[in-house]
């Protein structure tokens, strides 16, 4: 959940919260737009001095006239701005309703007649004062692809903005039974157009129109359609290969990957180890790990995790342990740590990314032994501490992973 602007919240009494400033609540589902305004103590004047005798408590350890002076300031701005900005943003919400619903019934009989001469001046006046909107760039997106005008740059706003998704939930909703009471609650993730609004049967009519038609291009022909409310035609088209040719699907799959590569990853390395040394006791041996890294979005990437090694053709050697010089040969070593890369090279098609390591790798030896003071055997390991520099390269597949090769 996403939250724009700032809250503050300040719970005085069972009578008394104050909420500062208009707050946009963004969620995947709903976008919903609350103005709160302090609710009665007598005046506003006893609200602040309540307020600020509240927070003076909190800091009464202090003790400091200074400390005082700083918080008195602090709050009266505070109050100041959250009364005029709550009101303001009330204001523009409450106005921003009539004026859509003016606009989109104008646009709705302009469609109705084909006639679409006054459509920039309804459209440029309605999101000068409301925004830009799912419903206003799907009507925008809709008028160029009827009129054979350029739909390239519209569309691609229209997906940049996730308008999709939200056009997905206004389906979703309208098909419910309590579909008013849901247009109520969240007006303002709707755009202040009904559910259930004529212009969206006019939309979908239109699109269904123009699929029939031999004049849209791949990109048109996906985007109408989504708009004739076929969600899983539009799914299944897009997975096409021929789509591969337009903007749209490559669009997309950039915008899903970037999206993606802003959050957490994994990697999983399968793989071989192999000493620098030919008279190293260990040899070539299968290896498997797997790290936790820091999103691929960022330039420095910071990796933790584990490596996994079966010994199989290692020599034997001399280890000293339990008084007695012993012959090992060890059949696991795991390396725990983590890796700094930084990346130099990005495109659509390769990441190069320069590690360094440090980390602690413990060889398994075979040998237990008790404690002092307890029955409990603990193992006798090596353990050393490894550093180590290589090159990692990723090329992207499928729709948000990577595959590459590294030598670390």
Known sequence: MLFEDSIFEFKINDQMTILTKSIKIISKRSITRMVCFCQSLNSQTDK????????????????????????????????????????????????????????????????????????????????????????????????????????????????????????????????????????????????FVPLRHEIDSIVKDESIKLLKTNTLDLDEKLICTLFSGNIEGFEKEIKKHEYNDGHLKPFLLKKDRDDHNKWMAYYIYLGSYRPISSKDVFSYAPMIGLTISSPLSHKIMVELGAKFRLNLNDGSFKYYAKGDTNQVNSATSIFLGGLIGYKIYESDKLILVPKLGIGLESVDTGITEKGKNSDTEKSKDIETLHLSLGMSAMTPVFKTSYIGIGIN
């Open 48 to 191: 602040f001095w309540h307020l600020f005798n509240v927070l003076c408590n909190w800091f009464q350890p202090l003790n400091d006239k200074n400390m005082r002076a700083i918080l008195t300031v602090l709050i009266f701005n505070f109050w100041i701005n959250s009364f005029g900005q709550s009101n303001h943003s009330s204001s523009e919400i409450m106005d921003c309703e009539p004026k859509t619903l003016k606009a989109i019934n104008r646009l709705r009989d302009d469609f109705k007649q084909s006639k679409l001469d006054s459509f920039d001046l309804v459209m440029n006046e309605w999101i000068r004062h409301c925004g830009i909107s799912e419903c206003t760039q799907r009507l925008v997106v809709l008028r160029n692809i009827k009129e054979r005008k350029s739909s390239e740059v519209s569309i691609q706003t229209y997906f940049v903005n996730n308008f999709h998704e939200q056009f997905r939930s206004r389906i979703k909703y309208s098909e419910m039974i309590d579909y008013g009471y849901i247009y109520s609650d969240i007006k303002a993730y709707l755009g």
